[in-house]
């Protein structure tokens, strides 16, 4: 498995091109095994499907082979100890190729379920090409775990995202005599002071301290002698489960009308939180076979970022599509690494999971 997961690493699979040829590199290997795979073509960005088992119930490993770009020396792993160097290493070639060598091992005539492999190869750049495409196919099941690298600990939630463009609306002036006009940069400052103190901040739930606000984007201004009449201010907001965004949209229409702000809004898109609970039936038997399998009590968390779960989730009601995967770190980073020990116990705790008795 390990060596599979060198071979991974070695394709540089920072390009669309790159991706698709470790991705028929992965249907060969499991072709090489007797697996039976699909290879899907979504305007030439490729993805696979393997499908084992029987039964009314449906379980999805999905795994993505596309990297972001990496320094040429990081498509030639390096193994130290426990620790194996390599761009893609823990996000997410290690959850890939533990997925498949799992996949090869279970014992087909004895799953209670069936067990489908999703092989991608867009997650890096939103995975709208392959793992949304699949889920829009019809490709989806009752749950859903994507390996990306999380320490063996279970991803169960995730906030969902909020947009929002702002337009402040001042009064032009001669920039001598400012008081004669309304300036709407010192508009859009006064709201984003106040957005830090609104309700919706201070909440926090069982897995997040509090939501993300970040303000990315500000357009406003372009001559020294005028007073600006427009500013332009765009936030990132990703709510936690349990909190409504048109409650914080709310909030922050009020907001401009207590500070007497001129204030326009367009919502330009949202996703839902992620909102699996521990007593779902999956992450129960998820918690036993990571306990039986490490020794230890299973962590659960709450993701902040988004990954190609939220695709599967929207067709499961927002529950049981999680994220789980090998330890590792610096991903996107230059010392990238899995901890390889972990590939070898996350394989052990997918075949639990996966040949589990179903919780009454
Ligand atoms: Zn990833």
Redo the contacts with the bound molecule.
Sequence with gaps: MIDLLKDLIKIESDTKEGANEALMFCSAWLKAKGEEVEVHDNDGYLMLTAVKGQGAEKIIWNG?VDVVPGHKEQFSPIEEGDKLYGRGSA??KAGVAAMMQAFVELDASALPREVHLHIVTD??IGGRNTSKWLVDQGHYGDFVICG??THLKIGLQSKGILRMDLTFKGKPAHGSRPWEGINAIESAMKFHAGMNDLPFRKESTEYYEQPSVNLPIINAGDRYNVVPEICKMSYDIRFMPGQDKDEIVRQMEQLANTLGVDMEYKASGSTPALTTTDDHPYIQTLMKAVESTLSEQPVLFGQHGA?DTRYYAEKIGGQGAIEFGPSGDD?HGNAEYVSISSVHSYKDILIAHAIAPTEV
């Design positions: 993505h996000d997410m997650e890096e990306e690298p990954a991903w």
